[in-house]
């Protein structure tokens, strides 16, 4: 255990009330909402981030503007807090009164132990934010991440539309009935908050294992805190904490210091620089799918970020972790690994780029030396079609049993350019080469189809495990590639759900 430990002097918004806290480094957003302030209304359940129960909706500033996020508690860091708004259950109904959302569960008998109630309504308030009038899709995307077991979708899917009536009866005042009261000039009180977040080092007499969390506000500072903390053994970073917080909360698996990336500008740069998207390592997956550049270039890659957890975690978890977490079934990591992308690694001596196929040695091994991140992924626009499979057992909140991303381009009818990348198929995301140099040059045919899948799935030493045999993976990888292949044939960019 270390000596000494930092205590955190938080300060945030919660609902109506202005907070100041010093917690200790391993403290999680939850642990401070519930413990420390006592707001019991949102509940734990699974500590990593698949339930949903413990969602509230955090206010930050983007580019000057207030966005309120759904966010899973469980795996937010308590530091995160800081300078922010947090929207729970208890804020939203006033002078007793139900919130609208509220109200309309209720009115359709969408709640019976109410355990998960709490975050649905969070998830909900957070889509409404957005949008008065989601259609049925929006409703269960922003619903993936919430897991009731005891009501059963239907009424709270009803609910969810009678909200929508109700929005829409309000015609221009429709936000009056979303928006609450406590949220009423927060994006003034938020531009104007300019403390920086404190720490005081104390002895560590409690035997906590954390002994710092580190907030660099720009590359350089992350440079020196670096330096301070000495063996970089001992430091881990974090930017969504959607791999790191699961790892802390149910593993117990502790580094000695965490450095958080997620306040370096530097690292939230989306930008085309001529036939190259340049996408920062901060980039959220909602990021992502929100953006026009992405939208207009690779619309592929906002397409793959939509498979990832729930909208919970693609509001948290960024590129740059998905890639450097290194798993083998990583959406962000397979997609990039398809579309050819280097990476941008920095240090505090200086950046080098690599391409991504080279980044993977091992099971969770990099290329990454201590001490550097990614800064961003560089992806050619190669005018390729594009095409992104993931079959898993459920459409969301599950990692794939395979994936796979087809990049190719036709020319004259024959194959002038292909990639295949797979997630699922080895110890992390891979190329299947022997198939992508068959397929070159030669016509789309049947039988030419039917050979570079054969050739695909004998490329992989395929294992089992719960997300499927070996066997039933090698069928996938034929399936993934037949279907790659004749949407190709028919020239059109798709993107499958469940293949
Ligand atoms: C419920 C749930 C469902 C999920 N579902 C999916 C899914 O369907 N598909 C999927 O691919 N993933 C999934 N994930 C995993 C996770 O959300 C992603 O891997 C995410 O992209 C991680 O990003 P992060 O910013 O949260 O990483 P963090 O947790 O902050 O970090 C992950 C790792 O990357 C390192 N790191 C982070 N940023 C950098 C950087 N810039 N440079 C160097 N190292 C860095 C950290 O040290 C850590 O080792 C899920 C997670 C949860 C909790
Ligand atoms: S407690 Fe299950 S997502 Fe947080
Ligand atoms: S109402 Fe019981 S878990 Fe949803």
């Not at 399936?479 to 499958?496: T, Y």
Request: aromatic share 4%; glycine share 10%.
């Amino acid at each position: 255990m270390p000596d000494t430990i930092q205590r955190l002097q938080i300060a945030f918004f919660l609902n109506d009330r202005e907070i100041r806290v010093t917690v200790p480094p391993d403290r999680t957003a939850l642990e401070v909402i519930r413990g420390e302030l006592g707001l019991t209304g949102t509940k734990e359940t699974c500590s990593e981030g698949d339930c949903g129960a413990c969602t509230v909706a955090l206010g930050e500033l983007a580019d000057e503007l207030l966005v309120y996020r759904a966010v899973n508690s469980c795996i937010l860091p308590a530091a995160r807090l800081h300078g922010r708004h947090v929207i729970t259950v208890e804020g939203l109904a006033v002078g007793g009164q139900l919130h609208v959302i509220q109200q309309q569960l209720l009115d359709h008998h969408a709640v019976q132990c109410g355990f998960c109630t709490p975050g649905i309504v969070m998830s909900l308030f957070c889509l409404f934010l957005q949008r008065p009038d989601p259609d049925e899709a929006a409703i269960l995307e922003a619903l993936e991440g919430n897991l009731c077991r005891c009501t059963g979708y239907i009424t709270i899917r009803a609910a969810a539309r009678a909200v929508a009536g109700r929005l829409a009866a309000a015609g221009g005042a429709w936000s009056d009935l979303v928006l609450p009261a406590c949220a009423a000039d927060m994006e003034r009180r938020l531009r104007a908050f300019g403390e920086p977040l404190r720490a005081t080092d104390s002895p560590n007499t409690d035997g906590r294992p954390l002994a710092g969390y580190h907030v660099p506000e720009s590359l350089g500072e992350l440079w020196r805190t670096l330096a301070r903390a000495g063996d970089p053994a001992r430091t881990r970073f974090i930017h969504g904490g959607t791999d790191v917080m699961v790892a802390v909360n149910i593993k117990r698996d502790f580094p000695e210091h965490l450095v958080d990336l997620s306040r370096i500008p530097e690292l939230h740069v989306l930008v085309r620089e001529g036939d190259v998207l340049r996408i920062g390592a901060g980039l959220t997956f909602t990021d992502l799918m929100e953006s026009t550049l992405v939208a207009d270039h690779l619309p592929v890659l906002a397409r793959a970020a939509a498979r990832v957890g729930s909208r919970q975690v693609r509001n948290r978890g960024t590129l740059g972790g998905n890639v450097a977490n290194a798993s083998p079934i990583a959406d962000g990591a397979v997609a990039l690994l398809g579309l050819d992308a280097r990476l941008v690694l920095a240090s505090a001596g200086g950046e080098r780029t690599l391409p991504l196929e080279t980044f993977y040695k091992g099971y969770k091994e990099t290329d990454r030396q201590p001490g550097e991140i990614i800064r961003a992924v560089e992806v050619p626009l190669t005018g390729c079609i594009h095409q992104y499979l993931k079959s898993s057992k459920r459409p969301a909140v599950d990692c794939a049993s395979v994936s796979s991303l087809c990049a190719a381009r036709l020319e004259d009818g024959r194959v002038a350019a292909c990639r295949l990348a797979f997630g699922g198929v080895a110890v992390y995301p891979a190329l299947a080469r022997q198939a992508a140099a068959f397929l070159e040059g030669r016509a789309l045919d049947a039988e030419t189809v039917r050979a570079a899948a054969d050739l695909a799935a004998a490329e992989f030493q395929t294992i089992g495990d719960v997300r499927g045999s070996a066997a039933y993976r090698r069928a996938l990888i034929r399936h993934h590639v037949i279907h790659h292949l004749e949407s190709l044939r028919g020239n059109a960019e798709l993107c499958g759900r469940n293949a």
